[in-house]
């Protein structure tokens, strides 16, 4: 709704400023009131003019891109002081055109400025979502610049790319480790510290024996249970592209059907995802050892 007013006034204020810098006479001629505040000067009415039209302006590029309400609210700015000095010109009785000037100038100053606000809903939901990632950071120490930066220059990205959080969780028939495992597999591929050691934490408070992370960690395929080692082997043999993927592909799908090679894929992937954004935008630059239950482990990144 915003959009299109700003749309609407956008238009009107565009030609308004444009009549006055090219036909200066016209406009005074046809604008009632206008010649009441003495004679006609060429340059002053184009000065105000350019106003109007940057004012104009302005509201046309937050009707485009909604992002760009900041810059809008300056040009309104004009209009709403522009609407105040006539508001008070009426309240004081010097106005001799008032119901001309309200509909004109003080109305269309106020929706001016009201369609430059972003959405409320908006707002609402930056701010909460700011206040997840900062519980989320100090509850697992986990560096979320990268997320942050996300929903301060591209809110709409940041909301489209959070709800994977969710995705990630996705687990209907494998045990609670093996979903871990093959998560933990596709974190460490595409990384070589925090958000590996972040999908350690979360599987160390979501219970998983530490023996079955370290083991993980290390692709020590001994010490892994049954179910650990099905979706390790799944998972590594799909991150490295392996001739034998079919293979494992199989052994998960007869251990817990077409549901649970669904459930290790998403694992896998969305393991993968959050560390790959984070170094897209530039923000993977720490390697360090895994610690698990205190005890540090080195990190030997799986290249895809």
């Known amino acids: 709704m915003r959009r299109v ?76 002081v522009h609407g105040l000095i006539h508001l008070a010109s009426i309240v004081a009785g010097h106005d001799h055109d008032a119901p001309f000037d309200v509909v004109a100038v003080v109305l269309p100053s106020a929706l001016a400025l009201y369609s430059t606000l972003p959405d409320k809903e908006k707002i609402m939901r930056s701010f909460f979502a700011r206040r997840l990632l900062r519980q989320f950071r100090q509850r697992y ?20 790319f ?4 969710k995705a990630s969780r996705h687990r209907e028939v494998v045990p609670i ?31 998983i024996p530490k023996d079955q992370i370290e083991a993980v960690v290390r692709r020590d395929v001994r010490a892994m249970n049954d179910s650990t080692v099905l979706a390790f082997r799944f998972a590594d043999a799909i991150v490295r592209r392996s001739a034998d993927e079919d293979e494992h592909r199989d052994a998960v799908r007869a251990q817990w ?18 560390p ?14 895994l610690s698990i239950g205190g005890k540090q482990i080195d990190v030997v990144k799986q290249a895809a």
């Open 177 to 207: 480790e093996a979903s871990f495992a093959a998560g933990l597999v596709g974190a460490k591929a595409e990384d070589c510290g925090p958000c590996a050691q972040l999908v350690v934490d979360m599987a160390l408070e979501a219970g």
């Open 276 to 289: 790959m954004m984070k170094a897209a935008l530039g923000y993977a630059k720490e390697c360090r050892r």
């Open 5 to 80: 007013l700003a749309a609407i006034l956008a238009v009107l204020n565009v030609a308004n400023g444009l009549t006055m810098l090219f036909a200066g006479r016209f406009w005074f001629q046809s604008v009632p009131g206008a010649a009441q505040t003495g004679p006609f000067n060429p340059h002053f009415v184009q000065d105000v003019g350019a106003a109007f039209l940057i004012a104009g302006l302005s509201l046309a590029a937050r009707a485009l891109q909604p992002a760009l309400w900041p810059a809008a609210v300056a040009g309104a700015g004009f209009l709403a």
């Open 162 to 165: 959070a709800p994977l959080m």
């Open 141 to 160: 120490g986990y560096d979320t610049s990268y997320l942050e930066m996300l929903l301060r220059e591209s809110p709409a990205a940041f909301f489209k």
């Open 257 to 274: 059907g077409e549901k649970g090679v669904i459930d290790l894929a998403f694992a896998l992937q969305m393991g993968r995802m959050y």
